[in-house]
């Protein structure tokens, strides 16, 4: 079992940069988006090209995946139970990046590209609509927020760097 050593995005954005100058990558820009909980990365690849992602750090999988959708889940076994998610709000800026880079405690990163999570979920229905309550602090009352995000089945992710373990060995 593999150590968690990352807490929050924070960490995972200073480890991500510093992960990626190890592989000889260059920092253009790194800016924070989503009320800090995310970040978009401008980087020229080991290859000289420039490249733009936006990373998100994620605590775990979307374990309940099948749960929620069962149908999919049915007609698609091969593609797994747990899935990945991302609010739709979120969706629309990664899809200006060229990839969407998911970061996990354990120093994992996984990608997929912004177009193919999106013409996936729209095309498999895989569009939730969360209905979350929220503590409003400055307001000092309760308030209803209808969350939607797009989910995708991990086994679509691929590793960052190759020499990363496949997420289904990990998984399984």
Not at 23 to 41: G, Q, V, W
Not at 54 to 80: A, D, Q
Not at 124 to 134: D, M, P
Request: hydrophobic share 40%.
């Amino acid at each position: 079992m593999l150590k968690n050593k990352l807490k929050n995005q924070a960490q995972a954005t200073v480890w991500f940069a510093r992960t990626l100058k190890s592989y000889d990558y260059a920092i253009l820009k790194e800016h924070p988006c989503n009320k800090t909980r995310d970040s978009i990365f401008e980087v020229i690849t080991p290859n000289s090209k420039k490249e733009t992602y936006y990373v998100k750090f994620k605590r775990k999988f979307f374990n309940s995946f099948s749960k929620v959708f069962p149908k999919f889940y049915m007609e698609h076994p091969e593609l797994g139970a747990v899935g990945e998610s991302i609010n739709v709000d979120c969706l629309k800026q990664a899809l200006l990046c060229d990839k969407l880079i998911f970061i996990y405690p354990d120093e994992r990163i996984y990608f997929i590209y912004p177009a193919l999570l999106h013409e996936f979920a729209t095309i498999h229905g895989l569009i939730r609509i969360q209905n979350k309550t929220h503590y409003i602090k400055e307001f000092g009352h309760k308030k209803e927020k209808f969350e939607v995000t797009a989910c995708i089945p991990i086994k679509l992710l691929q590793p960052f760097f190759s020499k990363q373990l496949i997420l289904s060995e990990v998984i399984s």
